[in-house]
């Protein structure tokens, strides 16, 4: 792999990580695991100068055969993911296409968090939500439940809908905000159905950041300790 000076990055100058930022939005990007440890494998050689890269040199830092790499990497060049600059040296890779989308998404998601919080009626809203929640649930919500929490209701989901799929869940035995989540989707599914008889929102949970770190560590079993 040709080392070149280290590609300026569109998160230079935000205060913001690329990686922290993907992780925390790849999904609602429709970012797939194996695309998203790609992803990052293409940051981590990026930042140590290696604009040159190929499926078969990114093989050689993971545990991906070629052909499924190649495979992950047309979908992200299809996707507008990533793209190739022509240089003097040949086609060098790109990260601009999905940094723009991280940092779009990310801003977004603020954007609508601080929407919440400059209004006083929406603020008292976001705090009786969370405290029903940790009534019935009996302890103290993390960070990551209360913003999963500002989601629901960024999205468009009712104070009437976030409380009862929490209902529901207590009669089904399940105290997680993942089991939660599946459940008001679920709901919200059905209702569309029965009402338009078709639904923008999937049933389905994806696969979710637990398999990802697993992904991850297998990833990084195949990167030499001098480059970590």
Known sequence: MERQPMKKSLFQGTGLSFRYAILDCYKKLNISEDELVVILMIDHLLEQGNRFLAADALSLKMNFDPSKIDKIM???????FISYEP????????????EKKVLDEYSQALKN????LVSEDKAKLLSGIRGFYEKNLGR??????????????????????????????????????????????????EKDINKEGISLVSPTWDKDIEE?????????????PDDK
């Open 140 to 189: 103290t919500l993390t960070e990551i439940e209360k913003q999963t929490i500002n989601e629901w209701l960024s999205s468009g989901y009712s104070e009437e809908e976030i409380k009862d799929a929490l209902t529901t869940a207590l009669g089904q035995n399940k105290k997680t905000i993942k089991q939660i989540d599946k459940i008001i989707k679920a709901q919200r599914h």
């Open 113 to 116: 968090e601080q929407l919440y």
């Open 74 to 80: 047309s979908l992200l060049l299809k996707k507008g």
């Open 87 to 98: 240089s003097a040296n040949g086609l060098a890779i790109s990260l601009a296409g999905v």
């Open 212 to 224: 990802t770190i697993e992904i991850a560590k297998k990833l990084w079993d195949g990167v030499d």
